[in-house]
T-cell receptor
């Protein structure tokens, strides 16, 4: 069973507009959530995270929103830039299971069109 | 400062062969993990370690062995390679808490 799901395999957005990537989870014990960005032939790189005690975290053009009641998080990128074209993974962990045992979604390929 | 170094970058094995994927880090991180990435599956945890001498299984441990004799190194051994182990393998390290992982650049393994 997939505990973390990214239901959109791909997303195409025009440069300068907002990109919204979505992620759903089923395990109510998850209390920490992260987004990673991955370019081809490279390892994932950490982008932004959020603790379950918050509902929003911002870092420059990137904002993550967490809706615990819906078990849903989203990553907003504003404005989108060509360099943002990559695969984005959301990940979750729980203190009980060990904060380092990240569970990843399937990934969403974001393409920013000029 | 190399971060997380994985070797080799590419490998082709025949079914039944064994090999070791190497992972070395110079960040003095206590936590290290191995993940595999398959199309449509995201990254799945194979094994992890919370410090030298301590390892545990992740989500998909079958067919893989690990050991952690030093803080710096965390090799992943395939005992008898199978085509189902064709994948991209990532090693990752963390200093713990909620700091997330730093990933290596990956090893692309093909088993024929």
């Amino acid at each position: 069973d997939q505990q973390v799901k990214q239901n959109s395999p791909s997303l195409s957005v025009q440069e300068g507009r907002i990109s919204i990537l979505n992620c759903d989870y089923t395990n109510s014990m998850f209390d920490y959530f992260l987004w990673y960005k991955k370019y081809p032939a490279e390892g994932p790189t950490f982008l932004i995270s959020i603790s379950s005690i918050k509902d929003k975290n911002e870092d420059g053009r990137f904002t993550v929103f967490l809706n615990k009641s819906a078990k849903h998080l989203s990553l907003h990128i504003v404005p989108s830039q060509p360099g943002d074209s990559a695969v984005y993974f959301c990940a979750a962990s729980s203190r009980d299971q060990g904060a380092q045992k990240l569970v990843f979604g399937q990934g969403t390929r974001l393409t920013i069109n000029p | 400062n190399a971060g997380v170094t994985q070797t080799p970058k590419f490998q082709v094995l025949k079914t039944g062969q064994s090999m070791t994927l190497q992972c070395a880090q110079d960040m003095n991180h206590e936590y290290m993990s191995w993940y595999r990435q398959d199309p449509g599956m995201g990254l799945r945890l194979i094994h992890y370690s919370v410090g030298a001498g301590i390892t545990d299984q992740g989500e998909v441990p079958n067919g893989y062995n690990v050991s952690r004799s030093t803080t710096e190194d965390f090799p992943l051994r395939l005992l008898s390679a199978a085509p189902s182990q064709t994948s991209v393998y990532f090693c990752a390290t963390s200093r713990g808490g909620n700091y997330g992982y730093t990933f290596g650049s990956g090893t692309r393994l093909t088993v024929v």
